[in-house]
């Protein structure tokens, strides 16, 4: 229940950019709605790209159509038959970041995994990851993908996607 005494619709964000971390994260997002009985909000965002100094002409790609084949690819072969959850899908132009926490806004949980398609690989936590856990209104967890991870110095078997990090906002504490 909201402040006002209705029933809001319980929701759970998930960010989705088609990487295994995005991937671990929708799982993960999926099993926790079927757990609470909430809605899968799949996100993804593109944007056209950045040229510095002189103009480029764009190809005929079509970035809005790539992000929506990518992100309706990735529910389908991540979605679980096992537990039916409703899986709507959200695609946006826009710094990824600030889409999320847009659409983040009055959700139960936002959901990321611990590294997109960023460029820097040995980072824990992308920058995406970074900005939406210090300004999202609500609580944020991380999903680490482990399968692909160097388990020299892990011999118990791991789960291939695991809840790293939790965080209330701010305001919340």
Do not use: K
């Not at 996100?43 to 079509?62: N, R």
């Not at 806004?105 to 936002?110: D, I, N, P």
């Amino acid at each position: 229940m909201n402040g006002t005494g209705s029933t809001a619709e319980r929701r759970i964000v998930v960010g989705v950019d088609g990487s295994e971390s995005s991937r671990s994260a929708l799982r993960w997002a999926v099993r926790q709605a079927a757990l609470t009985g909430a809605t899968v909000e799949a996100v993804t965002t593109w944007e056209y790209p950045a040229v510095y100094g002189w103009e480029m002409p764009l190809s005929d790609t079509d970035f809005s159509t790539a992000a929506e084949q990518t992100l309706a690819q990735v529910v389908e072969e991540e979605g679980d038959p096992a537990r039916p959850v409703e899986i709507g899908r959200r695609v946006e132009r826009g710094n990824a970041a600030r889409v999320l926490l847009d659409a983040a806004e009055g959700a139960e949980l936002l959901v990321i995994g611990s590294r997109g398609h960023g460029g820097f690989t040995g980072a824990l936590l992308g920058s995406v990851g970074q900005h939406c856990v210090h300004h999202a209104t609500c609580p944020v967890v991380v999903v680490r993908d482990t399968a692909h991870q160097d388990t020299a110095h892990d011999t118990a078997p791991q789960d291939t996607a695991r809840a790293e990090h939790a965080d209330v906002p701010a305001a919340g504490r």
